[in-house]
């Protein structure tokens, strides 16, 4: 779940909660934004831990780091900086 659909569930729980007065027979209203706003809660917390593990990771496809080879030809004492 990515943050802004945890946010979307913690909106639309709490306007469910504390917005809407409306009675269904066999249906609290009230439990069903407090159960959404628990579940968009869940889902953001997932989706922050999910975007700091995934800034620690090195790029796919290497580690990122850069070799420089331009001198790999060169003898070492031969070898100057541009």
Not at 18 to 29: H, K, M
Not at 43 to 66: F, K
């Amino acid at each position: 779940m990515t943050i802004g659909a945890g946010l979307t569930l913690i909106i639309i729980g709490a306007i469910l909660t504390y917005a809407v007065e409306v009675e269904i027979s066999g249906l609290d209203i009230r439990v069903v934004g407090i159960i959404l706003m628990i579940g968009g809660l869940a889902g953001l917390i997932i989706g922050i831990i999910r975007m700091a593990s995934a800034r620690r990771r090195p790029p796919p496809g290497g580690d990122g780091r850069y070799y420089d080879d331009t001198y790999q030809d060169v003898p070492p004492d031969r070898r100057h900086p541009h």
